[in-house]
């Protein structure tokens, strides 16, 4: 496990003047235990914060962003946006999980990639920041984590059918590690680019399609993965 903490701030963009703060954001509750320490230094209290932040700044953040997307879609996206998978994906693309302070148990038993560990922790982060500098400093931060998820929202159709979110609670809730997608080619006009992605979970690939843009291939192979888990029992 890395403790260097400035390595954690630096992919944030936030650095803390109190580094309690995140260190408290990181400490897992049978950490706590094995410590002996008292139940409320765990990310629990910190968990609940920025679970309230990470919802306020995104609904902040679409009704700003889109003035002429009706509640019913804005509510879909920010549901998208906020979701366990998708928190728990932002915490595993800065490497969240290497910074978590464990039980010998718990690392033993792999809490280190557990989805509820990475994603409690990433919203105690966001609790942390909300904390210490406030809320327009911890939606800054929201929004730039985000970004590229949030640029995705206009597409309604994204909202409406959301197969990657889908594959990934029914990974998650069996306990089975997020998929991988790797881009396999790009061919056609620049203009008209067709993108071709394949999906491995296991390091098995369980299939490949191409769409028009980077979204629409990974969500064509989720669909394909998806249903190869449920008819075929692949898992």
Known sequence: ????????????????????YLKQALFHPSYIQEENLSLTESNERLEFLGDAVLNLSIADILYQRFPNLPEGLLTKARANLISRASIT???????????????????????????????????????????????????????RLLKEAIEDMPFAHQLDDNPKGELQEYLMKK??????????????????????????LNQKELGRAIGSRRQTAEANCAKIALKKIKERDEL
């Open 175 to 200: 306990g089975l590690p997020l998929p991988i997608y790797k881009k396999i080619s790009v061919s056609g006009p620049p203009h008209k680019p067709i993108f071709e992605y394949a999906i491995y």
């Open 89 to 143: 994906r932002l915490g595993v693309s800065i490497c969240l999980e290497e910074f978590l302070f464990l039980s010998k148990g718990e690392e033993r038993m792999g809490g280190r990639s557990r989805p509820s560990s990475i994603g409690n922790a990433m919203e105690a982060v966001f609790g942390a920041i909300f904390l210490e500098s406030g809320f327009d400093t911890a939606k800054e931060c929201i929004t």
């Open 1 to 20: 496990m890395n403790n260097n903490l400035k390595v954690l701030q630096e992919r944030l963009g936030y650095y803390f003047s109190n580094e309690k």
